[in-house]
């Protein structure tokens, strides 16, 4: 009995874990999205920021052109410092580094070949290689400057699990 017991609270617990998680930040809650987003890495993302998004070797040092190889997006790189709104124009328009002895983007550009909900749904795939703090944090930030109109899912509900994105 006290083992039918115990079975029973874990596994209520770890059913709870996802709707808690999207209440504060995480991305469990959208499981589909996550799913559609870690493709889009896998495709487009993975061939410089690493098939776990750990980044390119030694990415805190510049190259001999100036530039800084791709950073990690997982917990040990700085994406998570920034809000939504700020990821998906990274995302869509690319990024020059300002101190890169060359003219070319450091990130390309990839609105073009990506649609809005794409670019959300990978932003939001990275968000699951985030500590729970970490997290937190970008929710904080992505307050004040949540993804655009044109990326909020069409199901009346944010990014944010359930909650709609502030305007």
């Known amino acids: 009995m006290r083992s039918l017991l115990l079975g029973t609270a874990i596994v209520l617990v770890g059913a709870a874990l996802p709707v808690h998680a999207g209440k504060h930040g995480g991305a469990a809650s959208r499981p589909e999205r996550t799913r559609a987003g870690h493709l889009v890495f896998e495709k487009n993302c993975a061939s410089c920021h690493g098939a776990r ?13 100036g530039e800084l190889p791709p950073p990690p997006l997982d917990a040990h790189g700085h994406a998570w410092k920034h809000a939504d709104g700020m990821l998906y124009r990274l995302v869509r328009d690319g990024w020059r580094d300002p101190f890169n002895k060359t003219e070319r983007l450091t990130m390309p550009a990839f609105g073009q070949a990506l649609p809005p909900r794409q670019i959300q749904a990978v932003i939001e795939y990275l968000k699951t290689l985030w500590t729970p703090g970490q997290r ?16 909020r899912s069409s ?11 502030p305007r």
Request: aromatic share 8%.
């Open 53 to 65: 998004g750990e980044g390119a070797p030694d990415w805190q040092h510049r190259d001999a052109k």
């Open 136 to 151: 937190r944090f970008q929710l904080g930030e992505s307050r004040r400057e949540p993804f655009p109109s044109d990326a």
């Open 155 to 165: 199901d009346g509900q944010g990014p944010n699990g359930g909650t709609p994105s």
